[in-house]
């Protein structure tokens, strides 16, 4: 750093002492020289703020320049030919053109930047290689959901995260639904985008690409993320088997929290709370504080008591997780059932049947 430093220094008083005594714009010496350190100011702000931008940033920012200069260049050859005699208007235009389409081309091309597969250019910018591009693409259950900001308040998700515009579009006609219900899913998947936007450590971007051919948002999120090779995050059980068929890879938040919840393991003793009666004959029904169903057998006559089980079995499934287990009486305890285990359960029971 120290030898930055004297380099910068260096530079500002070259600028500085060329402008002393070459006068530009035959400003007097003291001036121009001035004028020159300030220059040279100005350009070292520049580079340090050009080390806090990705190579992909840069190079799409030089790119996007490039062609909004050629393009304003173009234009300017018309617009010489259509006003052959405009000698203060043409040179104005010229101008103008050429800043707002180098101007233009920049930002649009900075912003595109980040989607730049560098790994496609044969290791040129090994400095560069991240393997696959790190975008995920959110689409409109799992932004309803809510569940995707806590997240990535966490930590988990990094990277950026892409909301197509065709996904908003979709979530603003859910919010503006007649139906009550519908609304405030779409108003809540809209307080969720602007929860996840708030969060520093995220880069969310708004995508403007579009599929007009295709009517089906699924379809429209598995050809983007096609596209741009990267990830659909979701927790829609359909578009998650669509996309794998596709080849397209999907973060399923209902799998990750199935993944989560805790191992249990056949002839493990576990404590539960009958809740209703079975399918089966001489069933019971318990749920853990997730929601997974236990179903134990010859607990039918347990309901609404609190008693141990032994696990016989655990299917996985993809909707979720069932435990089934077995209880003895000779080897199973029954314990008091909490008050918050009886209101739950009266709450859930159905309404006595008045007399005859």
């Known amino acids: 750093m120290p030898d930055l430093l004297i380099l910068r220094i260096i530079f500002v008083l ?29 350009i070292v702000i520049f580079e340090l703020r050009l080390r806090q931008v990705s190579l992909k940033r840069l190079i799409g920012a030089a790119f996007g320049s490039v062609l909004g200069i050629l393009g304003a260049y173009l234009v300017s050859l018309v617009l010489g030919q259509a006003l052959p005699n405009s000698y203060n208007t043409v040179p104005f235009l010229d101008v103008l ?169 056949p002839g493990e003793t576990m404590r539960v709370f009958i809740l209703k009666e079975g399918k089966e004959y001489n069933q019971g029904v318990a749920y853990l504080d997730d929601g997974t169903m236990v179903v134990v057998d010859n607990a039918k006559r347990m309901i609404s008591k609190t008693i141990d089980v032994g696990v016989t079995s655990v299917l996985q499934t993809t909707a979720g997780k069932m435990i089934f287990g077995r209880f003895d009486d000779r080897i199973h305890h029954v314990h008091e059932a909490s008050p918050r285990a009886q209101r739950e359960h009266r709450e859930s029971a159905p309404a006595p049947s008045s007399p005859q």
């Open 14 to 42: 070259i600028l500085g002492s060329a402008g002393f005594y070459l006068r530009p714009f035959n400003l007097d010496g003291p001036y121009a020289g001035i004028a020159g350190a300030l220059l040279g100011c100005a």
């Open 97 to 265: 053109l050429l800043a707002l389409m180098a101007y233009v081309g920049l930002v649009l091309g900075a912003q595109k930047g980040d989607m730049l597969n560098l790994a496609a250019l044969g290791g040129l910018f090994g400095g560069e290689k991240a393997g696959k591009p790190a975008f995920k693409i959110l689409d409109t259950s799992v932004i309803i959901d809510g569940r995707i900001a806590d997240i990535s308040d966490t930590g988990f998700l990094d990277g950026v995260l892409v909301i197509p515009q065709f996904v908003l579009r979709e979530l603003q006609m859910v919010a503006d639904s007649a139906d009550s219900m519908k609304r405030n899913r779409g108003r809540r998947g809209l307080d969720i985008l602007q929860r996840i936007q708030k969060m520093t450590h995220l880069n969310v971007q708004i995508l403007e690409d579009d599929f007009p051919n295709i009517r089906e948002v699924d379809m429209k999120l598995i050809e983007l993320a096609k596209m741009y090779d990267c990830k659909i995050v979701t927790n829609d059980f359909n578009l998650n088997k669509v996309a794998q068929l596709h080849g397209v890879e999907v973060l399923n938040i209902n799998e990750l929290a199935n993944a989560l919840k805790p191992v249990v393991l």
